[in-house]
């Protein structure tokens, strides 16, 4: 009797067997990261629904204190109860608070795009909003004054306006305390240009007509032009 030999199934052929030729190297089963051109995934902003419970102990408790003081007769609506407190559980979408995304950087025109502007940039950067408004409203009251009218251009005193004007005074609409927002004006130097106004029938004819009626101080005239207007 031939003793036993090797299970042929788990024998494992050498290498380089004869007639076989070498063995392909196998593959490797590890993952290689390249950290240099890796990109961490970014933050999702989307709303998913979640399903979940939000077990309410407290109605039990309730529940269990009627169905002692009724002797057992509460039991049976507080099973009913339970189940329907579980099925509405069960159905019940609960969105999760979704994380408010970072503020955009704001941008300074004068810059390549990426740079960010410090405070001070900022305000001149207002403030030359501000002056490019009013350059436009000054133009759209010289080519349409009806409608310059209709939006408020110029009129402080008025609440609710929609157009930004960029903080211009139209000096024959606007009531006597606007004209103290103007520096060095004060309220009975306001009502003095009033008085100057009505006298010249309700309005100025133009901006240094102001300047030279109603005797203000020459070192508001460019403060003046730049603000006032008037709309015919």
């Known amino acids: 009797m031939q003793p036993p030999g090797p299970d042929p199934s788990q024998q494992?052929?050498?290498?380089?067997?004869?007639?076989?030729?070498?063995?392909?190297?196998?593959?490797?089963?590890s993952i290689n990261v390249n950290v240099h051109n890796y990109v961490p995934p970014q933050?999702?902003?989307?709303?998913?629904?979640?399903?979940?419970t939000s077990p309410n102990g407290n109605i039990h408790i309730i529940h269990l204190v009627i169905t002692v003081l009724t002797c057992g007769a509460?039991?049976?609506?507080?099973?009913?109860?339970?189940?329907?407190?579980?099925?509405?559980?069960?159905?019940?979408?609960?969105?999760?608070?979704?994380p408010t995304p970072p503020p955009?950087?704001?941008?300074?025109?004068?810059?390549?795009?990426?740079?960010?502007?410090?405070?001070?940039?900022?305000?001149?950067?207002?403030?030359a909003q501000q002056?490019?408004?009013?350059?436009?409203?000054?133009?759209?009251?010289?080519a349409d004054p009806m409608s310059a009218k209709e939006?408020?251009?110029?009129r402080r005193d008025l609440q609710g306006r929609q157009f930004d004007d960029g903080g211009l005074i139209d000096i024959n609409?606007?009531?006597?305390?606007?004209?103290?927002?103007?520096?060095?004006i004060t309220a009975d130097k306001a009502a003095h240009i009033m008085e100057v106004r009505d006298s010249l029938g309700g309005a100025f004819s133009s901006v240094e007509e102001l300047m030279a009626t109603a005797d203000l101080p020459p070192n508001l005239a460019e403060e003046i032009a730049e603000y006032a207007i008037v709309i015919r």
């Open 151 to 154: 939006l408020g251009i110029g």
């Open 43 to 52: 933050p999702s902003y989307a709303w998913v629904p979640v399903i979940g």
């Open 173 to 184: 609409r606007v009531p006597a305390e606007i004209f103290t927002h103007f520096s060095g």
């Open 74 to 98: 509460w039991a049976p609506i507080w099973i009913i109860h339970a189940i329907i407190m579980a099925v509405t559980e069960k159905n019940k979408v609960i969105y999760p608070v979704a």
């Open 131 to 142: 002056k490019s408004r009013r350059a436009e409203a000054r133009q759209l009251a010289g």
């Open 12 to 29: 494992r052929p050498p290498a380089n067997s004869p007639g076989q030729g070498p063995q392909p190297p196998q593959p490797d089963q």
């Open 104 to 127: 955009l950087p704001v941008q300074n025109p004068g810059y390549a795009p990426g740079i960010q502007m410090n405070r001070n940039q900022q305000a001149m950067a207002m403030v």
